[in-house]
């Protein structure tokens, strides 16, 4: 029966690349989580750990890419086989991304431990990260089970890191107007929350990915937007969102 | 002779799909211009017309990705064909992070406009803004062609904007630091700077699928990486890079 041969040898191929994706997906939370366990500590040795670690991500990115194209190549999947190649493929960018501005909080982290630590940003960094690790842990067991129900979740709860980061980003204006030596140690603290919040886009873009696995379609409507942060306009006595 | 019908029926489907891409890229290059001459003429009309005017680019990327499953699962494309198709793929992914990035300047451009000038920071925004819309064209015109040394040579420019971030934000830090009043529209100005950075970093990626597409590889080393911004240390009589 060579037909179901066929369809077995794709379905230990497509294991292989979902075995991939949660080593690599995993290895990325856990990147988050030290980024950010750097920072907390002022921890430097930690910082450098995951800036060098960042590198098996894009090797792990590599092979999924090569082995899906591989796939696609061989065994050429139609209909729900191809559109969970395309997702697989998809998907290991989205991770990789991940890693990327994990390695770069670790970067700041190390010149943040040169400077005194900033009131209680790091607190809400902290909110922030805890947030999408649960979201990054939770799309990647949607991924695997193929849950679209629990994808849709993972949608509605990006808002909630949205919110947070433009409520630091106020935050931390005023610190740098309160004391100009803090400039320095708070652009750094914004650029960090806003690796968070890119993060949470990513969990995001992976929920949609599933959604096309699913579904063969785009998830119906945009989600709703509230990063305010490109739009918020502060001076001295006067915090104001502008909604141009 | 059916299997010259069906080589000229994929060669059809790709010149579609490539005709898309440049449609898209050039639309991109345009909206990255005028997110920036918004900025620079203070102009909120603009800033509003490039915010709109990236669904239109969003939609064009959903195209791509559809009609480049599509084609997988009908043509079933081998070796170079397939990786045209996911070059395809991935290269529209690029161009829409380019559109975002474009549309969040727009959306920074329209707090600016509402706060007074800062220094000569435009002025090196928008040498920054047309170096990397020199590489976005250059890089879609390689992608055309299927021009690899070309796609090399632009890898290479992205090297002269991140030295150019760079600068930029150590211009920017002090600006703030001479008065706090500056804080808000340098915090902007500082996220228009890294959005311009990125486009860079896609007009890169883009680059690098031209080199896989024809090489069947990702290219040999990584690039070297001058944005030496997330490792600057500025303080009020001090400003030094971290090698840490």
Do not use: W
């Not at 990327?100 to 809400?124: C, E, F, W």
């Not at 949607?142 to 849709?152: F, I, K, L």
């Not at 610190?175 to 690796?195: G, Q, S, V, W």
Request: proline content about 3%; hydrophobic content about 40%.
């Amino acid at each position: 029966m060579p037909s179901e041969h066929i369809v077995s040898s794709f379905d230990n191929d497509l294991q292989e690349l979902n075995h991939l994706i949660a080593t690599m997906g995993g290895l990325a939370e856990l990147q988050l989580e030290n980024s950010v366990l750097s920072l907390i500590r002022r921890d430097g040795e930690l910082a450098e750990e995951v800036r060098d670690k960042d590198k098996e991500i894009d090797a792990m990115e590599a092979q999924v890419h090569m082995q899906a194209v591989k796939l696609l190549g061989l065994r050429q999947p139609m209909a729900d086989d191809l559109r969970m190649v395309i997702g697989a493929f998809q998907t290991a960018s989205d991770i990789e991304r991940i890693g990327d501005y994990a390695r770069n909080i670790a970067k700041r982290t190390t010149v943040l431990n040169q400077m005194p630590p900033i009131g209680s940003a790091n607190h809400a960094i902290s909110r922030m990260s805890n947030l999408v690790r649960g979201m990054i842990h939770d799309v990647l067991d949607a991924y695997q089970t193929r849950d679209d129900s629990m994808a849709h979740d993972i949608r509605l709860r990006d808002v909630e890191v949205d919110q947070l980061h433009t409520g630091l980003f106020r935050e931390l204006l005023t610190y740098m107007m309160e004391d100009p030596r803090n400039i320095t140690a708070c652009t750094h603290l914004l650029f960090i929350a806003k690796n968070i919040e890119r993060i949470g886009d990513h969990a995001t873009n992976i929920a949609e990915h599933i959604h096309m696995i699913v579904h063969g379609s785009d998830p119906d409507s945009d989600r709703p937007k509230y990063d305010k942060s490109s739009i918020t306009l502060i001076d001295s006595d006067n915090v104001r969102t502008t909604d141009g």
